[in-house]
């Protein structure tokens, strides 16, 4: 797979300084340290500068390492550090690490009493890559018999167990396969794959539930298995289709966002949904045509037994009973409780991911935040690159924006901090930040830099300026990102209402179904904003607040659970319009179509509840954020929405929730049997 580079993911005037700094040769080279400190704790000794002299000695010798300085002790005297310059590798790729970790793992041992730690610019990126490989590996590990036992308790039999599970494992291969050619167009971010498999086997196992469940449920009312296929194709293999198109949609709109990382979540999330909806429609009617009954085998004893003395929708006739009894008062109330959670919401800041967000047990993320607290000089900078025709005069407005920065009190002076180009042509200033780098305080800073100090400074000269650097870079994304919600959100909901109106041939269904939408991703963020803002949850889910979300995490869920909401919903709405044609009373229709697809519903949605919550309990904090975020919506999605709000508002509206068509009597391709469930077969949850 061809793989995104440093080089894709410039965006604003960070990125054009970025670009400036390379042509003029002026890229600062990947910088190591080795961080000695007391096991115990208290100050180092001579012990530790031996050591440090030790390790110092074995890097030089190091082809890729340019230059190791003398090891420094911290004001503190609890820490020492030595720090390593490494040399410029071509093609933006990292430099070879390998000979410094080596140096590491064979000082510790020599040094009882002292912990001697690696960490910089590649180490850090390795340590995390690492982490979060690991992090993903585990939950997927887990994700997949977690699906199967579902699965088997919902069909009580492996063949069918089984079959969701492959088309979804096949699905995902199947789009990962496709991903390599597709790079050379686009190029990829790694972690795509692990987006690829969470959509994929989403979407996969539910268009499966979908068919298997009505295919199972017209042999149960005495269909032959040819006929049932039949109908199952033309209902559930409809909606399985249009449930296609809304992920695809809705996954299309990340590109509006106008980024490397959303282009690749979405090229990856298209390709397996669109391998999802064929398998489902080619593959798993085939093998039900083959099977026929015996999809039901072999049949697992206890479970078969249990599941054929449960009668459909056990739970859902007692939610719908008071529900549709009580359309008003069950509207309101669930308007009130969504609304409720979603209120935090208001509130939500967004922030980039930085060192502060990191998980503290990682020893390369823990030094570098030690580093920071023992040398107040060091820290986040920001890099000014100045451009114009004489060296002497970028140099000059160089002193002048530098004494203007600091003079604000956001900037500090760092060691040699103006660079020429040889060509005399471009400068580099470097401003240290006494903000940390993601920080709100950062991001004001950066802000006031570019609109106020720099414009004042050179106010009577020709140099044309850019403030990039890593401050700078986060503050850039981070307002990138919140610029694009928006975008995805008009783009979003405005391609689901012209699908669900096509669709449904309804303008009042799609408005609805817009509406429902925004309410349940509102109280997904108004979760996540209480929980991820705040401090109170941070020893449940082992995790460090910084006072805002993941900039792009908002984006990422609202794109994601539109999509896997409306796989469900349009499931349920086909199978209500269904009885509407039939010529059923809108409330009968209803409850009939409501209570028909309630097994379905909770199946799916415990499937990805399972899945999803599993991402809560990874160390990374935007991983957390996903897991929370998901899995809270899919529950108020499934329960709240589906069996209050969607019933009491069809309800309320009755003929008119289908107009302009208001239903079509008697254009269902099959009668509606009052009694649909006279054989007791097992029909799943809920």
């Known amino acids: 797979m061809n793989t995104t580079t440093a080089a894709d993911y410039r965006i604003g005037q960070s990125g054009t300084a970025a670009a400036q700094i390379e042509k003029a040769g002026l890229d600062a080279p990947d910088s190591e340290f080795i961080v000695l400190s007391r096991a115990s704790g208290g100050e180092v000794g001579a012990g530790a500068r031996v050591a440090a002299n030790r390790i ?39 430099p070879d690490i390998s000979g410094i970790t080596r140096a590491v793992n064979d000082a510790q041992p020599r040094a009882p009493g002292l912990r001697i730690v690696q960490t910089g610019d590649t180490s850090m990126n390795e340590a995390i890559n690492t982490r979060v490989g690991n992090d993903l590996g585990s939950a997927e590990s887990k994700s997949m018999p977690i699906t199967i036992v579902l699965m088997l308790l919902v069909f009580a039999a492996l063949i069918a167990a089984g079959i969701p599970v492959l088309l979804a494992i096949a699905s995902v291969f199947a789009t990962m396969g496709l991903m390599g050619p597709v790079s050379l167009l686009l190029p990829m971010e790694d972690s795509v794959t692990s987006v690829i498999l969470l959509i994929g086997m989403a979407v996969g196992v539910d268009y499966s ?50 980024d490397v990382t959303f282009s690749s979540i979405a090229t990856g999330s298209l390709i397996v949904v669109a391998f999802a909806v064929f398998g489902s429609l080619t593959v798993l009617p085939a093998l039900l045509s083959l099977l026929g009954p015996k ?17 459909p929708g056990t739970v859902s006739k007692r939610v719908l009973g008071p529900v549709l009894r009580r359309p008003v008062a069950s509207l309101i109330t669930g308007l ?79 060691a ?92 009042v269904v799609a408005l609805l179904t817009m509406a429902l939408n925004l309410l349940s991703v509102g109280a997904a963020f108004g979760v996540l904003t209480a929980v991820f803002q705040h401090t109170w949850a941070e020893s449940m889910l082992n995790f460090h607040s910084t006072g805002g979300l993941i900039s792009w995490i908002p984006i990422f869920l609202f794109a994601v659970l539109v999509g896997l909401s409306m796989d469900y919903h349009v499931f349920v709405l086909s199978r209500i319009k269904e009885k ?55 529950l108020l999605d499934a329960t709240v929405v589906r069996l209050v709000l969607l019933p009491s508002a069809l309800a309320l509206l009755g003929r008119w929730a289908w107009w302009p068509s208001r239903g079509r009597k008697g254009s269902a391709a099959r009668p509606v049997d009052p009694a649909p469930y006279s054989v007791r077969e097992p029909v799943g949850m809920g």
Not at 223 to 242: N, R, W
Not at 295 to 311: E, H, K, T, Y
Not at 445 to 463: E, K, M
């Open 209 to 258: 539930l979908f068919y298997l469940k009505r295919e199972r449920q017209e042999r149960q009312r005495g269909a032959s298995a040819a006929d049932a296929v039949e109908i199952a194709a033309e209902t559930s293999g409809h909606s399985i289709v249009v449930s296609g198109i809304a992920v695809i949609v809705s996954m299309g709109g990340l590109y509006a966002v106008g």
């Open 416 to 507: 040699d901090p103006v660079k020429v180009s040889s060509d005399g042509h471009t400068a580099v200033l470097t401003l240290g930040s006494k903000a940390g780098e993601g920080s709100f305080a950062a991001g004001d800073a950066v802000r006031d830099l570019r609109a106020t100090v720099i414009p004042q400074a050179l106010s009577s000269s020709d140099t044309t300026w850019a403030v990039g650097g890593g401050v700078a870079e986060g503050y850039d994304q981070m307002e990138h990102q919140s610029a694009g919600l928006p975008k995805v959100l008009i783009v979003v909901l405005g391609l689901t209402l012209v699908m669900m109106m096509v669709t449904f041939r309804s303008i």
């Open 336 to 414: 009130v409780i969504l609304g409720a959670i979603a209120i935090p919401a208001l509130g939500m800041k967004q922030q980039t991911s930085s060192l502060d967000s990191l998980p503290r047990d990682i020893p390369a993320v823990r030094a570098l935040q030690q580093i920071g607290e023992a040398f107040p000089g060091d820290g986040p900078t920001a890099a000014v690159v100045l451009q114009g025709d004489n060296a002497a005069e970028l140099k000059h407005d160089a002193k002048i924006v530098a004494n203007n920065a600091i003079s604000t009190g956001d900037w500090k002076a760092v």
């Open 295 to 311: 999809v039901d085998r072999p049949r697992i004893p206890l479970l078969w037994r249990v599941s054929s003395r449960m009668q």
């Open 56 to 94: 110092a000695a074995d890097i030089r010798t190091d082809s890729h390492v340019q230059q190791v300085a003398p090891p420094a002790v911290s004001p503190d005297k609890k820490l020492m550090i030595v720090p390593i310059t490494m040399k410029t590798v071509a093609d933006d790729k990292d």
């Open 580 to 634: 509407v044609d039939a010529g059923l009373p809108p409330k009968l229709a209803v409850r009939e179509g409501v209570q028909e697809t309630a097994g379905v519903v909770t199946s799916a949605a415990v499937v990805m509840i399972s899945v999803f919550a599993l991402f809560a309990t990874l160390s990374m904090v935007e991983m957390k954020e996903i897991g929370v975020g998901l899995s809270i919506a899919i």
